[in-house]
């Protein structure tokens, strides 16, 4: 009874929130500002609005969780008898080897893979931010030491680089994974301030500034990082999907999140041996998983098309 | 020009050797030995595991390792895999041409079709077809390598069994097969680990393609062009497309990594003899040789790779000069 | 101890097949076909003193010959049941201390020099070179000299006598031909042109060995002893598993070593291929680590406790947990041990499946939930321990996600800690873990127990556990230096009765092996010291053949190579 509530009430909270979202984008409309004309255009891009409820609804999902599921992700009520059941009306998405209900750890895994990456990039973002706008505002030689660094760090294919770490640190901790994860996505980011900030500081008000002697954080903050911080979000929404499709992997090779927590990742790593027969174990994460990366990837997009500068007069 | 060339080869020389000192200080920073690692019986005597860490040098002090070893990378030798118990240049030398393989049949199919489809969609914007084709390679370009991998195998090796299932070629009738059952036996074997490579990337390449194509269009010359009355499809294909392909180029460039890294995955679920299933192999037995000059090769790769994209540029843009 | 070898003869029933004297002679004259064994891993390198990899070993034992080999009951005590290989026939000293090995005056190399009593007589100086660094060396400690006696008589002679100097002296080398090896560099033997190219005297003759995709060999049609049925055999690697299955099921392979649980039902599709079950030396376990990772010198704070030790084995359901990953794949084992050993005892008494005692138990020894968390506590600290299990193992991860739920129901929090297998070995051997699942693989050599879990292997050897017993420890020795097989097995029993009621570990698994082949394919004496032993006797009937079993030998046909 109380799941039938929680969905319910799941169901009203993302109602909410969209509805909310969406006449802040039909008032947007009428606005001036660039802000504001960018979440006018945003709202007109039905699909990035489609898929941005979506990812909200994926959102708020995970995070009720635990009194949305019918049974717990880690149990394993009968691991003789209830394992991998085809899907029914009792196991919606049937059970996997250790007779644990696929729903319910799909539902736990959104929460993991979705956490992991969302707090994955606000660290790459965070970083690769402050390590571009410090590369591009000082130039010269700190610039080209900072950049040869970056174009090293880029030459590695990023999952060639997680495993070498994952790997040979062994056993990783959530906390650990969610680090490492953000300290190799922050390459791409920085090189993309970096450049915003070059052409942004032979403006007139940063060259004011710096006259009137201002000091270099100061500028740094106040005056370059609010500029560049579209492409950056851009950049990072669109991370967010390549984070979900690295965790995968990475869990897929057994070096990403810990069993028993499911993942999408792993939990298609259970399945694997028998795809061929108990099919459902690695069909459903792995559609949740391509479901939710299109949504952020529409969303980027959508962003990005809304944020452009070359259309904000246009 | 040769100048700047030269600057950017030894930029590219000054990035191999950050990669190499990167990889070498993880590699021993980490627990574990290569020797542990392969002698797993755990009966084996602890002389024998001495014997073979002195032989290895893993018993001196890093300093002098780091020394052996970037004197060995720059002889081109990378030191001496004890998991495979031969030279690692003899290893990787086996292990590249097949990677190099798959990759560039698989980058040919998909900057060919990726590029393709990018102009279709732009000529259609806003169409069906438009849609359809981003729906399409949205999905591809929004799926785990390893997964899709994976489900080419359950359909195309499992149920449907056109394709064989791993393997470069035929194992016994290979070597009874003229010169063209020969090439026909290998593309047979290359069909689905570089469709599955090529299909991922041909995704990227497409979107990027038709974005690169309409941004173009908006530019001065295509409307000049088409205020001259000149039909849309001349219009993109005898102008908007060559200044459009300057960005899939720079996409070459990009996709590199990617497509390396995603060979890890293909490689490893298709048993495809590559740099991949190496690296999976060498993560394994803790080869820290292999490993190390599998991630400094990849690197230099990754770094011609992007000086050849720039030589490209240059070469279809007259207007940029290397090094501007 | 006798008993065993009937368990061990209805293994190999469902290999043998008919009347043995009528098959053979139809067997002669079926001569030819093509085996090609889907293989998960490439052979490092093809020379065995340095042989640790176990596709290298397979391909090994087909290139090269030992003296002798054991027969199917595995004795190690002693010559009894050995069939001679290299060795025609052997004689022992009246005391003992020495065995004449008359080598076969037909074998003869792969390149056409006959085989002598000093190939022998090098292969053991080889084998025992400290630059060579041989795993085998110290295995071969007991025999103190090899001597020429004439050129086909070698003597082997020991500093003592020992129920498995025989074994020692027959299996532990494979013979190497000393005209190819002798001017070898002995230093970088493993980077030798031999040791790619290998040429010895056994049943098959080396092809060639494409790195990472395939090992080709070929009938040796001078072999000693008879040629192999086969005309070739080939090993086609494809190190992940699914695509070596779908090698099999697609008709590409003949053969795939083993099994996975739940690969059953896809086969049961596919009436061509069958499933044959061969003995096997591997059982699974959570070892317990007695002593404190943090403090070699204190006992651990949970595992140290015999009782505790106890009252967690009987939280564990092994019949159910064996169920679950393994279908019928596997039983639970009873000790260090399988069907296979010849020393296997059925009757040692276990330590039953009973929670509620699990629970009593804990409580007596003052592990109790004060606090109603659900968790038991002592003095503070949580009965809370990690397992550390190699996420490279499949099964092994599923009985230690099991279990993490099974310890939970007697309120003990086990954590799982995943490391890739390096690491899981690394950790272990510095005794740095709680719990670890582990499986091992026997050599069929009884006192290898000894190695394992007697107190001097504690500080030095692969006494992981640390587990410390000075009645085991007689009983194990008294058992190794026992010459009547009878006596021996008597004393190994108490051993193994002592192991299982002191549970330094939980005897969870005893994988049963499977091979999944075609119906073509004919096996025949599949051990448990390696199912590829006697490939020399596999045979495909003429009438089953199909396109690759008749492309003959390579010399019969110049399109080959």
């Given at each position: 009874?109380?799941?039938?509530?929680?969905?319910?009430?799941?169901?009203?909270?993302?109602?909410?929130?969209?509805?909310?979202?969406?006449?802040?984008?039909?008032?947007?409309?009428?606005?001036?500002?660039?802000?504001?004309?960018?979440?006018?255009?945003?709202?007109?891009?039905?699909?990035?609005?489609?898929?941005?409820?979506?990812?909200?609804?994926?959102?708020?999902?995970?995070?009720?969780?635990?009194?949305?599921?019918?049974?717990?992700?880690?149990?394993?009520?009968?691991?003789?008898?209830?394992?991998?059941?085809?899907?029914?009306?009792?196991?919606?998405?049937?059970?996997?080897?250790?007779?644990?209900?696929?729903?319910?750890?799909?539902?736990?895994?959104?929460?993991?893979?979705?956490?992991?990456a969302?707090?994955a990039i606000i660290l790459s973002a965070t970083v690769g931010t402050l390590y571009g706008a410090a590369a591009g505002y000082y130039g010269g030689r700190v610039d080209a030491v900072m950049m040869r660094i970056i174009d090293a760090a880029l030459s590695i294919p990023r999952i060639l680089l997680l495993i070498t770490l994952l790997v040979l640190w062994g056993?990783v901790?959530?906390?650990a994974l969610v680090l490492v994860l953000g300290f190799t996505g922050w390459f791409g980011v920085s090189r993309l301030v970096r450049a915003e900030v070059l052409s942004?500081k032979?403006?007139?008000?940063?060259?004011?500034?710096?006259?009137?002697?201002?000091?270099?954080?100061?500028?740094i903050?106040?005056?370059i990082?609010?500029?560049v911080?579209?492409p950056v979000?851009v950049a990072a929404?669109l991370g967010i999907a390549n984070v979900?499709i690295i965790e995968?992997g990475l869990?897929?090779l057994?070096i990403g999140?810990?069993?028993?927590?499911?993942?999408?990742?792993?939990?298609?790593?259970?399945?694997?041996?028998?795809?061929?027969?108990?099919?459902?174990?690695?069909?459903?994460?792995?559609?949740?998983?391509?479901?939710?990366?299109?949504?952020?990837?529409?969303?980027?997009?959508?962003?990005?098309?809304?944020?452009?500068?070359?259309?904000?007069?246009? | 020009m040769i100048a700047l060339l030269l600057r950017r080869l030894a930029q590219g020389v000054v990035i191999v050797w950050l990669v190499a000192t990167l990889t070498f200080l993880l590699l021993h920073a980490a627990p574990g030995?290569p020797?542990?690692?392969?002698?797993?019986?755990?009966?084996?005597?602890?002389?024998?595991?001495?014997?073979?860490?002195?032989?290895?040098?893993?018993?001196?002090p890093l300093h002098q390792q780091y020394w052996h070893y970037l004197t060995s990378v720059a002889s081109g030798g990378f030191g001496?895999s004890?998991?495979?118990?031969?030279?690692v240049s003899?290893v990787l030398a086996?292990a590249l041409?097949?990677t190099l393989?798959l990759m560039g049949?698989a980058i040919?199919?998909?900057?060919?079709?990726?590029?393709?489809?990018?102009?279709?969609?732009?000529?259609?914007?806003?169409?069906?077809?438009?849609?359809?084709?981003?729906?399409?390679?949205?999905?591809?370009?929004?799926?785990?390598d390893?997964?899709?991998?994976?489900?080419?195998?359950?359909?195309?090796?499992?149920?449907?069994?056109?394709?064989?299932?791993?393997?470069?070629?035929?194992?016994?009738?290979?070597?009874?097969?003229?010169?063209?059952?020969?090439?026909?036996?290998?593309?047979?074997?290359?069909?689905?680990?570089?469709?599955?490579l090529?299909?991922l990337v041909?995704?990227a390449?497409?979107?990027f393609?038709?974005?690169?194509?309409?941004?173009?269009?908006?530019?001065?010359?295509?409307?000049?062009?088409?205020?001259?009355?000149?039909?849309?499809?001349?219009?993109?294909?005898?102008?908007?497309?060559?200044?459009?392909?300057l960005p899939v180029i720079t996409l070459f460039g990009l996709a590199l990594p990617a497509l390396l890294g995603g060979s890890v995955f293909v490689e490893?679920?298709?048993?495809?003899?590559g740099m991949g299933t190496l690296t999976v192999n060498a993560i394994?037995?803790r080869d820290y040789q292999l490993l190390t000059a599998v991630v400094i090769v990849t690197s230099a790769l990754v770094v011609t790779g992007n000086l050849v994209a720039d030589l490209l540029y240059a070469?279809?843009?007259?207007?940029v000069r290397l090094g501007e | 101890?006798?008993?065993?070898?009937?368990?061990?003869?209805?293994?190999?029933?469902?290999?043998?097949?008919?009347?043995?004297?009528?098959?053979?002679?139809?067997?002669?004259?079926?001569?030819?076909?093509?085996?090609?064994?889907?293989?998960?891993?490439?052979?490092?390198?093809?020379?065995?003193?340095?042989?640790?990899?176990?596709?290298?070993?397979?391909?090994?034992?087909?290139?090269?010959?030992?003296?002798?080999?054991?027969?199917?009951?595995?004795?190690?005590?002693?010559?009894?049941?050995?069939?001679?290989?290299?060795?025609?026939?052997?004689?022992?000293?009246?005391?003992?201390?020495?065995?004449?090995?008359?080598?076969?005056?037909?074998?003869?190399?792969?390149?056409?020099?006959?085989?002598?009593?000093?190939?022998?007589?090098?292969?053991?100086?080889?084998?025992?070179?400290?630059?060579?660094?041989?795993?085998?060396?110290?295995?071969?400690?007991?025999?103190?000299?090899?001597?020429?006696?004439?050129?086909?008589?070698?003597?082997?002679?020991?500093?003592?006598?020992?129920?498995?100097?025989?074994?020692?002296?027959?299996?532990?080398?494979?013979?190497?031909?000393?005209?190819?090896?002798?001017?070898?560099?002995?230093?970088?033997?493993?980077?030798?042109?031999?040791?790619?190219?290998?040429?010895?005297?056994?049943?098959?003759?080396?092809?060639?060995?494409?790195?990472?995709?395939?090992?080709?060999?070929?009938?040796?049609?001078?072999?000693?002893?008879?040629?192999?049925?086969?005309?070739?055999?080939?090993?086609?690697?494809?190190?992940?598993?699914?695509?070596?299955?779908?090698?099999?099921?697609?008709?590409?392979?003949?053969?795939?070593?083993?099994?996975?649980?739940?690969?059953?039902?896809?086969?049961?599709?596919?009436?061509?291929?069958?499933?044959?079950?061969?003995?096997?030396?591997?059982?699974?376990?959570?070892?317990?680590?007695?002593?404190?990772?943090?403090?070699?010198?204190?006992?651990?704070?949970?595992?140290?406790?015999?009782?505790?030790?106890?009252?967690?084995?009987?939280?564990?359901?092994?019949?159910?947990?064996?169920?679950?990953?393994?279908?019928?794949?596997?039983?639970?084992?009873?000790?260090?041990?399988?069907?296979?050993?010849?020393?296997?005892?059925?009757?040692?008494?276990?330590?039953?499946?009973?929670?509620?005692?699990?629970?009593?138990?804990?409580?007596?020894?003052?592990?109790?939930?004060?606090?109603?968390?659900?968790?038991?506590?002592?003095?503070?600290?949580?009965?809370?321990?990690?397992?550390?299990?190699?996420?490279?193992?499949?099964?092994?991860?599923?009985?230690?996600?099991?279990?993490?739920?099974?310890?939970?129901?007697?309120?003990?929090?086990?954590?799982?800690?995943?490391?890739?297998?390096?690491?899981?070995?690394?950790?272990?051997?510095?005794?740095?873990?709680?719990?670890?699942?582990?499986?091992?693989?026997?050599?069929?050599?009884?006192?290898?127990?000894?190695?394992?879990?007697?107190?001097?292997?504690?500080?030095?050897?692969?006494?992981?556990?640390?587990?410390?017993?000075?009645?085991?420890?007689?009983?194990?020795?008294?058992?190794?230096?026992?010459?009547?097989?009878?006596?021996?097995?008597?004393?190994?029993?108490?051993?193994?009765?002592?192991?299982?009621?002191?549970?330094?570990?939980?005897?969870?698994?005893?994988?049963?092996?499977?091979?999944?082949?075609?119906?073509?394919?004919?096996?025949?004496?599949?051990?448990?010291?390696?199912?590829?032993?006697?490939?020399?006797?596999?045979?495909?009937?003429?009438?089953?053949?199909?396109?690759?079993?008749?492309?003959?030998?390579?010399?019969?046909?110049?399109?080959?190579?």
């Amino acid at each position: 009874m109380s799941r039938v509530v929680a969905w319910a009430l799941c169901a009203a909270i993302t109602v909410v929130i969209c509805a909310w979202l969406d006449r802040a984008g039909r008032r947007a409309s009428t606005d001036t500002g660039p802000w504001r004309r960018a979440l006018a255009r945003f709202h007109r891009n039905r699909a990035a609005v489609v898929a941005l409820w979506m990812v909200l609804a994926a959102c708020v999902v995970a995070a009720l969780a635990p009194w949305l599921v019918p049974y717990s992700p880690t149990a394993t009520p009968d691991i003789v008898a209830l394992k991998n059941l085809s899907p029914s009306s009792a196991h919606l998405l049937g059970t996997d080897f250790a007779s644990r209900d696929v729903f319910s750890r799909l539902l736990y895994g959104a929460r993991v893979s979705l956490s992991i990456a969302m707090l994955a990039i606000i660290l790459s973002a965070t970083v690769g931010t402050l390590y571009g706008a410090a590369a591009g505002y000082y130039g010269g030689r700190v610039d080209a030491v900072m950049m040869r660094i970056i174009d090293a760090a880029l030459s590695i294919p990023r999952i060639l680089l997680l495993i070498t770490l994952l790997v040979l640190w062994g056993t990783v901790p959530m906390a650990a994974l969610v680090l490492v994860l953000g300290f190799t996505g922050w390459f791409g980011v920085s090189r993309l301030v970096r450049a915003e900030v070059l052409s942004l500081k032979e403006r007139d008000m940063v060259v004011a500034a710096r006259a009137l002697g201002a000091r270099d954080r100061d500028i740094i903050l106040r005056h370059i990082l609010p500029n560049v911080l579209s492409p950056v979000v851009v950049a990072a929404t669109l991370g967010i999907a390549n984070v979900i499709i690295i965790e995968a992997g990475l869990s897929y090779l057994g070096i990403g999140v810990r069993p028993p927590v499911p993942s999408w990742g792993n939990m298609i790593q259970d399945g694997v041996s028998q795809m061929a027969t108990v099919w459902w174990v690695s069909l459903f994460p792995g559609l949740a998983i391509v479901a939710t990366v299109m949504a952020f990837n529409i969303i980027g997009d959508g962003l990005r098309d809304a944020l452009d500068p070359r259309q904000l007069d246009g | 020009m040769i100048a700047l060339l030269l600057r950017r080869l030894a930029q590219g020389v000054v990035i191999v050797w950050l990669v190499a000192t990167l990889t070498f200080l993880l590699l021993h920073a980490a627990p574990g030995d290569p020797v542990s690692a392969t002698l797993t019986d755990p009966l084996t005597p602890p002389a024998v595991r001495e014997y073979w860490v002195h032989r290895l040098g893993l018993d001196l002090p890093l300093h002098q390792q780091y020394w052996h070893y970037l004197t060995s990378v720059a002889s081109g030798g990378f030191g001496f895999s004890f998991p495979h118990h031969r030279p690692v240049s003899a290893v990787l030398a086996e292990a590249l041409p097949n990677t190099l393989l798959l990759m560039g049949v698989a980058i040919v199919i998909a900057f060919a079709a990726g590029i393709l489809i990018g102009v279709v969609q732009a000529r259609r914007k806003g169409k069906p077809v438009d849609w359809g084709l981003g729906i399409g390679s949205l999905f591809f370009y929004s799926m785990p390598d390893f997964w899709l991998a994976l489900m080419m195998l359950l359909v195309f090796a499992y149920w449907l069994r056109l394709f064989p299932a791993s393997g470069m070629f035929d194992p016994v009738m290979y070597g009874f097969m003229g010169p063209w059952a020969r090439a026909a036996d290998r593309l047979w074997h290359l069909v689905l680990p570089a469709g599955t490579l090529a299909l991922l990337v041909t995704a990227a390449v497409a979107r990027f393609q038709r974005s690169a194509l309409l941004e173009v269009a908006q530019q001065d010359f295509a409307r000049t062009a088409r205020a001259k009355g000149l039909g849309e499809r001349a219009v993109i294909w005898r102008h908007s497309l060559r200044n459009a392909l300057l960005p899939v180029i720079t996409l070459f460039g990009l996709a590199l990594p990617a497509l390396l890294g995603g060979s890890v995955f293909v490689e490893s679920v298709f048993s495809w003899p590559g740099m991949g299933t190496l690296t999976v192999n060498a993560i394994a037995t803790r080869d820290y040789q292999l490993l190390t000059a599998v991630v400094i090769v990849t690197s230099a790769l990754v770094v011609t790779g992007n000086l050849v994209a720039d030589l490209l540029y240059a070469w279809a843009d007259p207007r940029v000069r290397l090094g501007e | 101890m006798r008993a065993t070898a009937p368990v061990i003869l209805t293994l190999l029933a469902t290999a043998l097949a008919g009347c043995r004297k009528d098959a053979s002679a139809a067997r002669d004259a079926a001569n030819g076909g093509t085996l090609v064994i889907s293989s998960g891993s490439d052979a490092t390198l093809l020379f065995p003193p340095l042989t640790v990899n176990v596709t290298s070993a397979q391909v090994e034992a087909q290139i090269f010959e030992h003296l002798a080999e054991p027969g199917p009951e595995l004795n190690m005590i002693g010559d009894e049941g050995w069939e001679g290989r290299l060795a025609r026939s052997w004689s022992w000293s009246p005391d003992s201390l020495s065995i004449a090995f008359r080598i076969d005056s037909m074998a003869r190399w792969q390149d056409g020099p006959p085989v002598r009593a000093s190939d022998v007589a090098f292969t053991y100086g080889l084998y025992t070179d400290s630059l060579v660094g041989s795993t085998v060396a110290p295995l071969l400690s007991e025999i103190d000299s090899v001597v020429v006696r004439d050129s086909l008589t070698v003597v082997f002679w020991f500093s003592h006598r020992s129920p498995e100097q025989f074994a020692t002296a027959a299996m532990q080398m494979r013979i190497l031909p000393e005209h190819l090896l002798s001017r070898a560099d002995r230093k970088e033997l493993a980077s030798s042109d031999f040791a790619r190219n290998p040429v010895g005297s056994g049943p098959f003759r080396f092809v060639r060995w494409v790195p990472r995709q395939l090992i080709e060999l070929e009938a040796n049609t001078e072999y000693h002893l008879g040629r192999p049925h086969l005309d070739r055999v080939i090993w086609s690697i494809a190190p992940d598993y699914n695509a070596a299955f779908m090698r099999l099921m697609s008709g590409d392979a003949d053969i795939l070593e083993y099994m996975r649980p739940g690969d059953f039902e896809p086969l049961a599709k596919h009436p061509e291929i069958k499933t044959v079950r061969y003995p096997s030396l591997i059982y699974g376990f959570l070892l317990f680590n007695e002593r404190d990772p943090n403090d070699r010198s204190r006992p651990h704070p949970i595992f140290g406790d015999r009782t505790v030790r106890r009252a967690l084995t009987m939280a564990i359901d092994r019949v159910q947990l064996v169920r679950s990953v393994y279908d019928s794949l596997a039983v639970p084992a009873i000790g260090p041990f399988t069907e296979a050993l010849s020393t296997y005892d059925s009757t040692i008494r276990q330590i039953p499946y009973a929670p509620d005692s699990a629970a009593a138990l804990l409580d007596a020894t003052g592990w109790r939930d004060a606090d109603g968390d659900g968790w038991r506590e002592k003095n503070g600290r949580q009965l809370r321990f990690t397992i550390i299990v190699p996420s490279s193992s499949t099964p092994r991860m599923r009985a230690a996600v099991i279990m993490q739920e099974m310890f939970k129901q007697v309120g003990a929090r086990a954590e799982i800690e995943q490391m890739d297998f390096p690491t899981h070995g690394s950790r272990q051997e510095a005794r740095r873990f709680d719990a670890s699942m582990n499986t091992m693989s026997s050599d069929g050599v009884p006192s290898t127990i000894r190695q394992l879990w007697s107190t001097a292997a504690v500080k030095e050897g692969s006494n992981y556990g640390s587990y410390e017993s000075p009645r085991f420890d007689a009983l194990v020795d008294s058992a190794a230096s026992q010459m009547n097989p009878e006596k021996a097995g008597a004393y190994y029993r108490q051993a193994y009765q002592l192991l299982a009621d002191d549970a330094p570990a939980i005897w969870l698994f005893e994988p049963l092996s499977f091979a999944a082949m075609q119906q073509r394919i004919h096996p025949e004496g599949m051990r448990a010291n390696g199912w590829w032993l006697n490939l020399k006797d596999w045979y495909i009937p003429q009438g089953e053949r199909i396109a690759r079993d008749r492309v003959g030998l390579s010399r019969e046909s110049p399109a080959g190579g």
